[in-house]
C-alpha cells in the first residue's frame, strides 16, 4: 500500500512553530511534489515521516503503522537528504553494499547499470566527488532500493542540465516499472512539473494547497491587455498577481475559467495564457512568513 497520513501535526522547537496543526495523506504509487519557500516546514515534516524528528503533537503513519521507533514502518522508506549521511571514506560501490544489509530488495546490479549512465565511477571515494556527483551517488542508492516510499529532498543539487535530464526520465522509468509512493522537495518546480501526479504545498508552516496538478493549474490562467482593460476585467475577481509594462499589463487569476470570462476578454481584446507550476507556487506563496 505505502499510505502515510498526517494527523494534526505541530511542531515545535522550543516556542517556536516550525509546523502547526497539519494534516495530508500521501496515496500509495503516485508521485508527489511537496512545494514551499525556506523555512515553512517541509524538511521538518520529511524528518517527522522518518522519525527523526518527533512530534510535539499529532500523529504519523504508514499503512496504519506509527512511524514513532516502528522499524517494520520505517523500512519501507528510502529518504535521500541533502546532508551526506555516509563515511565519506568509503567508495561508491561500498555505500551500495552497506545499504544492501538495510534494504533487501536493493538492487547492485541496477545500481551499477546507473553508474554507467550518469558517468560514476564506482570505485570513487564519497570524498573526492564533486557536488553534483554525490548528488548522482544518492540519487542511485535511492533509485536502487528498491523501497516502497521514496523521498527526496533537494536532490539535484549540483547536476547540470543534462544530468538532471537523465534522472527525470530515470526517476519516471522506475515509477512505471514498479509503482511506488514517491515525494520530491525541490526549488526547480517547472522542471518536474510533468512528472508530478500531486502537489502539497507548505506556506507559513500550513498545508495551503493538496490537490492534482491538473487541478491547480485549472483552476488559474493568465490574461493579459492594456492596462486599462485589465483593470476593468479584473474587478470582482481574484487576481494573485499583477505585472505591467508601459502600457501593457497581465494578471494571474485563480478561479474557473468561464463563457462570462471569455466574452468579457473578448470585448476588451484581451488574451488568455496558461499559467506555469512555479510561477503559481511564487504568486500564492510570496505572504508567507519565514523562520
Given at each position: 500500500?505505502s499510505v502515510?497520513e498526517?494527523?494534526n501535526?505541530?511542531?515545535?522547537y522550543?516556542?517556536v512553530?516550525a509546523?502547526d496543526n497539519?494534516?495530508?495523506?500521501?496515496?500509495s504509487?503516485?508521485?508527489?511534489?511537496?512545494?514551499?519557500?525556506n523555512?515553512?516546514?517541509?524538511?521538518t515534516?520529511?524528518?517527522l515521516?522518518t522519525?527523526?524528528?518527533?512530534p510535539t503533537?499529532g500523529e504519523?503513519?504508514?499503512?496504519?503503522?506509527?512511524?514513532?521507533?516502528n522499524?517494520?514502518?520505517?523500512?519501507k522508506v528510502f529518504?535521500?537528504t541533502?546532508?551526506?549521511l555516509?563515511?565519506?571514506?568509503?567508495?561508491v560501490?561500498?555505500?551500495?553494499?552497506?545499504?544492501?544489509e538495510?534494504y533487501?530488495?536493493?538492487?547492485l546490479?541496477?545500481?551499477f547499470?546507473?553508474c554507467?549512465?550518469?558517468?560514476l565511477?564506482?570505485s570513487?571515494?564519497?570524498?573526492s566527488?564533486?557536488?553534483?556527483?554525490?548528488?548522482?551517488?544518492?540519487?542511485?542508492?535511492t533509485?536502487?532500493?528498491?523501497?516502497e516510499?521514496?523521498?527526496?529532498d533537494?536532490?539535484?543539487?549540483g547536476?547540470?542540465?543534462y544530468?538532471?535530464?537523465?534522472?527525470?526520465?530515470e526517476?519516471l522509468?522506475?515509477f512505471?516499472?514498479k509503482?511506488?509512493t514517491?515525494i520530491?522537495?525541490?526549488?526547480i518546480?517547472?522542471?518536474?512539473?510533468d512528472?508530478?501526479?500531486?502537489?502539497?504545498?507548505?506556506?507559513?508552516?500550513?498545508i495551503a494547497?493538496?490537490d492534482?496538478?491538473?487541478?491547480i493549474?485549472?483552476?488559474?490562467?493568465?490574461?493579459?491587455?492594456?492596462?486599462?482593460?485589465i483593470d476593468q476585467?479584473?474587478?470582482?475577481?481574484?487576481?494573485?498577481?499583477i505585472?505591467q509594462m508601459?502600457a501593457f499589463?497581465?494578471?494571474?487569476?485563480?478561479?474557473q475559467?468561464?463563457?462570462n470570462?471569455?466574452?468579457?476578454?473578448?470585448?476588451?481584446?484581451l488574451?488568455f495564457?496558461?499559467?506555469?507550476?512555479q510561477?503559481?507556487?511564487?504568486?500564492?506563496?510570496?505572504g508567507?512568513r519565514?523562520q
Amino acid at each position: 500500500m505505502s499510505v502515510i497520513e498526517v494527523k494534526n501535526i505541530s511542531k515545535y522547537y522550543g516556542k517556536v512553530c516550525a509546523l502547526d496543526n497539519i494534516s495530508v495523506k500521501f496515496e500509495s504509487n503516485k508521485i508527489y511534489g511537496l512545494l514551499g519557500r525556506n523555512g515553512a516546514g517541509k524538511t521538518t515534516l520529511l524528518n517527522l515521516i522518518t522519525n527523526r524528528l518527533f512530534p510535539t503533537e499529532g500523529e504519523i503513519t504508514i499503512d496504519g503503522d506509527t512511524v514513532i521507533e516502528n522499524d517494520k514502518a520505517i523500512e519501507k522508506v528510502f529518504y535521500m537528504t541533502e546532508k551526506n549521511l555516509y563515511d565519506e571514506g568509503h567508495t561508491v560501490k561500498e555505500i551500495f553494499k552497506w545499504t544492501n544489509e538495510f534494504y533487501q530488495s536493493f538492487d547492485l546490479d541496477y545500481a551499477f547499470s546507473l553508474c554507467d549512465k550518469f558517468d560514476l565511477k564506482p570505485s570513487k571515494k564519497i570524498k573526492s566527488l564533486s557536488t553534483g556527483y554525490n548528488s548522482i551517488s544518492k540519487l542511485i542508492t535511492t533509485l536502487a532500493s528498491n523501497a516502497e516510499i521514496l523521498i527526496f529532498d533537494e536532490p539535484i543539487l549540483g547536476l547540470d542540465a543534462y544530468h538532471r535530464d537523465l534522472f527525470y526520465k530515470e526517476l519516471l522509468a522506475n515509477f512505471i516499472k514498479k509503482p511506488k509512493t514517491i515525494i520530491l522537495s525541490t526549488h526547480i518546480i517547472e522542471e518536474i512539473s510533468d512528472i508530478l501526479e500531486k502537489v502539497v504545498v507548505i506556506n507559513d508552516r500550513k498545508i495551503a494547497i493538496d490537490d492534482s496538478v491538473e487541478k491547480i493549474l485549472g483552476n488559474a490562467y493568465c490574461v493579459s491587455g492594456s492596462s486599462e482593460n485589465i483593470d476593468q476585467f479584473i474587478k470582482g475577481r481574484n487576481p494573485v498577481n499583477i505585472e505591467q509594462m508601459a502600457a501593457f499589463k497581465s494578471a494571474t487569476i485563480t478561479g474557473q475559467l468561464n463563457d462570462n470570462d471569455r466574452e468579457a476578454a473578448k470585448k476588451l481584446n484581451l488574451q488568455f495564457s496558461k499559467v506555469e507550476l512555479q510561477k503559481l507556487f511564487i504568486y500564492l506563496t510570496k505572504g508567507g512568513r519565514q523562520q
